[in-house]
């Protein structure tokens, strides 16, 4: 999703969805672990206080933030969908997300960006 080193702006795109049929739909964009589907089976299953399982979800998306997460779309109707990542730390950052359209499909996409050091050279590639 994007590179940049260590307190850069943060590498943002946007999504464009669009309700092409007749019928009026609602979607979700989820994080694997909020899905209550079949998690890596590496997982720690056990369960977590109220403030692990929120650092657990936190250290899951890393770095990435998505605005809106749901909607609901008319037909005709477009709704545009932010997702940011913060360059907080020097790492690399894959995580998991479902998108969800009831009555429908559910897409796996993949979030991806990588925060390099101050000194660290890089060309950014712009799509």
């Given amino acids: 999703m994007g590179c940049g080193g260590i307190g850069d702006a943060a590498t943002v795109f946007y999504v464009n969805f669009s309700n092409v049929s007749l019928l009026s739909l609602t979607w979700d964009l989820k994080y694997q672990s909020e899905c209550g589907a079949d998690l ?3 997982m720690h299953t056990q369960a977590l ?3 692990k399982e929120e650092t657990r979800r936190h250290s899951e998306r ?6 809106p997460r749901h ?16 360059h907080s730390e020097r790492a690399s ?6 998108l969800q359209i009831e ?9 991806r960006g ?7 050279p890089f060309t950014p590639f712009f799509s």
């Fill in 40 to 42: 890596d089976l590496w």
């Fill in 103 to 111: 009555k429908g499909r559910a897409i796996k996409l993949w979030l």
């Fill in 71 to 86: 909607g609901r779309l008319e037909h005709g109707q477009s709704m545009c969908v932010q997702i940011a990542y913060h």
């Fill in 49 to 51: 206080g109220e403030e």
């Fill in 62 to 67: 890393g770095p990435f933030h998505i605005s």
């Fill in 114 to 120: 990588q925060t390099l050091g101050s000194s660290e």
């Fill in 93 to 98: 950052h894959e995580v998991s997300t479902v």
